[in-house]
């Protein structure tokens, strides 16, 4: 049974830094993507990184690009966002995702519909 635990959030003044856990159990890393997600009240869930199985090549959504980094630790079978220079707008709740499917044209990393298991979520505030 595959089960996915966030750790990591909590309220952090703008310009701040937070880093993301996602733990899985019940699978192996690196046989398996890992997406992270984030859902603002009111607002769709959306893709915010990915890092695909095997070479860990790694996706990013242009509005976190050069302040958001998705890591993978085999060891320890953890996939970890930092979060640095946060803004109020990345204000959400974070998830992390999974697939034992590929990714196609029809199933692409940033949407929701591509994966199948979910962790809790984890909420992110970014306030003075």
């Known amino acids: 049974q595959v089960q996915l635990v966030e750790s990591g959030g909590g309220l952090v003044q703008p310009g701040g830094s937070l880093r993301l856990s996602c733990a899985p159990s019940?699978?192996?890393?690196?046989?398996?993507?890992i997406a992270w997600f984030r859902q603002a009240p009111g607002k769709e869930r959306e893709g915010v990184s990915y890092?695909?199985?095997?070479?860990?090549?790694?996706n990013y959504a242009d509005s976190v690009k050069g302040r958001f980094t998705i890591s993978r630790d085999n060891a320890k079978n953890t996939v970890y966002l930092q979060m640095n220079s946060l803004k109020p707008e990345d204000t959400a709740v974070y998830y992390c995702?999974?697939?034992?499917?590929?990714?196609?044209?029809?199933?692409?990393?940033?949407?929701?519909?591509?994966?199948?298991?979910w962790g809790q979520g984890t909420q992110v505030t970014v306030s003075s």
């Open positions: 019940g699978l192996i890393l690196p046989y398996y993507p």
């Open positions: 890092i695909s199985r095997s070479d860990g090549s790694t």
């Open positions: 995702a999974t697939s034992r499917l590929p990714l196609s044209s029809f199933r692409t990393w940033w949407s929701p519909r591509s994966y199948e298991y």
